[in-house]
């Protein structure tokens, strides 16, 4: 019987970007954002570069694990009849992650995605799903699931698989890492309180923590400090350049972030939670440590094009952020 280090669940995709001068950044207060990414209707637009990479958060946590040299697993579902998937399970292999746990499937395609670039590194993604939203329960191979940590991202907010996929950890002493999507987050506390107890290592965003505390988005602390009272292990707060916040029930520290030229964002919360885990498993619970080494992960990803190009292959730190205790 095969035991990993991590198992990854959740989504695969095939990216490609494709950047362009003719794309425009107008403000607009009828966007959700206030501005909006433009080109003019009915023109042919030149396309100055197009990038193909691998994406979806389980994917790009597994390359993660693996360049950190530990023994990672990507369970997941594409497509069983289109060269997406193909291409997906060849870059997983190539970068020694084992895909014995991908499920293939016959109805619905490889999840895609195209990131229109704007000159300034802005995007706007265009996102079909397909069969890496399309989870049941049964989709998982769960005799064959052993590991020591099993990382769980975006499930489509399907509570039955995390009930699932929780009690499969309780009974194989299995911690977990959670890194939830939207779809998990729009339960709301009251739901989400059980899995958040049984959570070795939580991570979400400065505004995912305040709206689930019921705070505004400035008030990052204190969403981190009620959140870090109920989650079982660790949690770890990030809110992009003002850096992230890390911590258990008994001490916590915050730390900082390097200015630098951000080329894509894409991948930068996977790249921080799967390196802050990485180094946390390797150190046994270094938490300063793994918040100086999750930064330099994601800051690295975001340097590039894609979430995976970036992702570090060394131990060391370059130029660590400065971690105070708070």
């Known amino acids: 019987m095969k035991t990993f280090d991590v198992i990854t669940i959740g989504a695969a995709t095939r990216d490609v970007f494709l950047k362009s001068k003719a794309i425009r950044v107008i403000r607009d207060a ?3 954002t206030g501005e909006a990414e433009c080109f003019a209707l009915g023109s042919k637009i030149e396309v100055d570069d197009i990038i193909f990479e691998t994406g979806g958060g389980a994917t790009n946590a597994a390359v993660s694990f693996a360049r950190q040299g530990l023994r990672s697993s990507f369970a997941g579902k594409i ?30 395609a490889t999840g895609y995605s195209v990131l229109l670039l704007t ?24 005799s064959r699931m052993h590991s020591r940590w099993i990382y769980v991202s975006s499930l489509a907010g399907k509570l039955p698989i995390l009930k699932t996929i929780w009690e499969h950890a309780a009974k194989h002493h299995t911690k977990i890492i959670w890194d939830p999507g939207s779809g998990e987050l729009a339960h709301g506390l009251a739901r989400l309180k059980p899995f958040l107890q049984q959570t070795s290592i939580l991570h979400v965003n400065q505004e995912e923590a305040a709206k689930m505390m019921g705070y ?50 894409t991948g930068a919360g996977d790249a921080f939670t799967s390196g802050f885990a990485a180094a946390f498993i390797r150190t046994k619970g270094d938490i300063p440590y793994a918040l100086q080494f999750g930064t330099e992960n994601s800051e690295s990803v975001i340097r590039h094009h894609g979430a995976k190009v970036g992702l570090l292959k060394t131990h060391r730190l370059s130029k660590p952020v400065r971690v105070t205790r708070r």
């Open 79 to 108: 497509g069983a009849h289109d060269a997406r998937g193909t291409e997906i399970l060849a870059a997983l292999k190539a970068e020694k992650v084992d895909t014995s746990l991908v499920t293939r499937d016959t109805k619905k």
């Open 30 to 32: 009828d966007f959700s």
């Open 119 to 142: 000159p300034r590194g802005e995007r706007t993604v265009l996102v079909y799903r397909g069969a890496s939203a399309d989870f049941s329960i049964h989709d998982f191979p769960w």
């Open 216 to 265: 505004g988005y400035e008030q990052d602390e204190m969403s981190f400090d009620r959140l870090r009272q109920i989650v079982g292990g660790v949690t770890i707060v990030t809110g992009g350049t003002e850096g992230a916040l890390g911590g258990t029930t008994k001490e916590s520290w915050r730390s900082g972030t390097h200015p630098i030229q951000v080329l894509d964002t």
